[in-house]
Nanobody, 112 residues
């Protein structure tokens, strides 16, 4: 599975961004997710959406981020609202079955 993430950019605190991830094949059998890695920090899970639909979020983004998937389009999205400077990171899309596939990252910078 090849994953292409897009939608990153520079925004001010409090603003929103929507990340998109396009898969090269059907995502029906995969648990999809978004990870991020901030400068000098370890990569962390941000949000996941199970192949059957259940979602899970990191505590730091609960209530602000929403993950969704469109199986018909092989797409996964991350709607990020009320962005904070600490959300600044490279965001990676993932697809997990027996192994995890990683896409290239997209940079999100939250700064005034």
């Amino acid at each position: 599975v090849q994953l292409q993430a897009s939608g990153g950019g520079l925004v001010q605190p409090g603003e929103s961004l929507r990340l998109s991830c396009e898969a090269s094949t059907t995502i029906i059998g995969y648990d999809m997710g978004w990870y991020r890695q901030a400068p000098g920090k370890e990569r962390e899970s941000v949000a996941t959406i199970n192949r059957h639909g259940p979602r899970d979020y990191a505590d730091s983004v609960k209530g602000r981020f929403t993950i969704s998937r469109d199986n018909a389009k092989n797409m996964v999205y991350l709607q990020m609202d009320s962005l904070k400077p600490e959300d600044t990171a490279v965001y990676y899309c993932t697809a997990r079955s027996t192994i995890i596939y990683w896409g290239q990252g997209t940079l999100v910078t939250v700064s005034s």
